[in-house]
Antibody, heavy 120, light 107 residues
Framework: QVQLVQSGSELKKPGASVRVSCKAS????????INWLRQAPGQGLEWMGW????????TYAQAFTGRFVFSLDTSVSTAYLQISGLKAEDTAVYYC?????????????WGQGTLVTVSS | DIQMTQSPSSLSASVGDRVTITCRASRGINNYLAWFQQKPGKAPKSLIY???SLQNGVPSRFSGSGSGTDFTLTITSLQPEDFATYYC?????????FGQGTKVEIK
C-alpha cells in the first residue's frame, strides 16, 4: 500500500536550519510528484510547491522562495524539505503529499506531517 | 493568485443529513478542483479531484460537481466519521491555493 512516512518533530532556535524527510513506499517513486504543504497552528492549508521526482525539477510558490529547498534521493525513495534561517512564523506542521502527474500534481496520498517549532 | 472562497465556514448537522459545501474561485479554473477532509490532529485525506472524480477508497456518499468558478462537495448521508474540516484546492494555476475550510460539526 502507498505510504509516505515523514521524520519526527523538530524544535529549533531562530536562525537555525531544519530538514524534513518524506520516505515513500508502495509505488514507483519517480512516477509521481511530491508536494509540500504547510499548516500553521490553527490555520488552513498552504501549498509550498512541488518537485518532479523524475527530473528533480522543483516549483516553489512565491512565498516559499529563498529559504526553502526541495530535494530528492531517489535511491531511497525519499524527498526532503530544507528550511534555513528559521523564523518563529515558520512554526507549523509540514506535510508531503504524493502528486499525480496525470492530474497536474494534485495530492492523493499524504504523509503524517512533521511539526517544526521555532522558539528561543 | 486565485482566491478560493468556501461557504459556509462552519455548519452543524446530524447523522444522516445531506450536507453541501460550496467553493468559489476568483476566476475560472476549468475543473481543476480538489477536495480534502481533515480531522483534528491528523493529516488531510484526499477525497475528490478533477471536481467530481473520487479518489481510491472514498465512499460513494461523497460527490463533487461544478466547473469554471463554482463547485460543490456533497455528502449524501452524513456519517459519524465525516465530522471534520473540508478544504477545496484549485490546481489550475500556480500557486495552488486552498479555501479557508468548512468545519462540519455535530448538531
Amino acid at each position: 500500500q502507498v505510504q509516505l512516512v515523514q521524520s519526527g518533530s523538530e524544535l529549533k532556535k531562530p536562525g537555525a536550519s531544519v530538514r524534513v524527510s518524506c520516505k515513500a513506499s508502495g509505488y514507483t517513486f519517480t512516477s509521481y510528484a511530491i508536494n509540500w504543504l504547510r499548516q500553521a497552528p490553527g490555520q488552513g492549508l498552504e501549498w509550498m510547491g512541488w518537485i518532479n521526482t523524475d527530473t528533480g525539477n522543483p516549483t516553489y510558490a512565491q512565498a516559499f522562495t529563498g529559504r526553502f529547498v526541495f530535494s530528492l534521493d531517489t535511491s531511497v525513495s525519499t524527498a526532503y524539505l530544507q528550511i534555513s534561517g528559521l523564523k518563529a512564523e515558520d512554526t507549523a506542521v509540514y506535510y508531503c503529499a504524493r502528486g499525480r502527474f496525470d492530474s497536474s500534481g494534485v495530492p492523493d496520498y499524504w504523509g503524517q506531517g512533521t511539526l517544526v517549532t521555532v522558539s528561543s | 493568485d486565485i482566491q478560493m472562497t468556501q461557504s459556509p465556514s462552519s455548519l452543524s448537522a446530524s447523522v444522516g443529513d445531506r450536507v453541501t459545501i460550496t467553493c468559489r474561485a476568483s476566476r475560472g479554473i476549468n475543473n481543476y478542483l480538489a477536495w480534502f477532509q481533515q480531522k483534528p490532529g491528523k493529516a488531510p485525506k484526499s477525497l475528490i479531484y478533477a471536481a467530481s472524480s473520487l479518489q481510491n477508497g472514498v465512499p460513494s456518499r461523497f460527490s463533487g460537481s461544478g466547473s469554471g468558478t463554482d463547485f460543490t462537495l456533497t455528502i449524501t448521508s452524513l456519517q459519524p466519521e465525516d465530522f471534520a474540516t473540508y478544504y477545496c484546492q484549485q490546481y489550475d494555476t500556480y500557486p495552488r491555493t486552498f479555501g479557508q475550510g468548512t468545519k462540519v460539526e455535530i448538531k
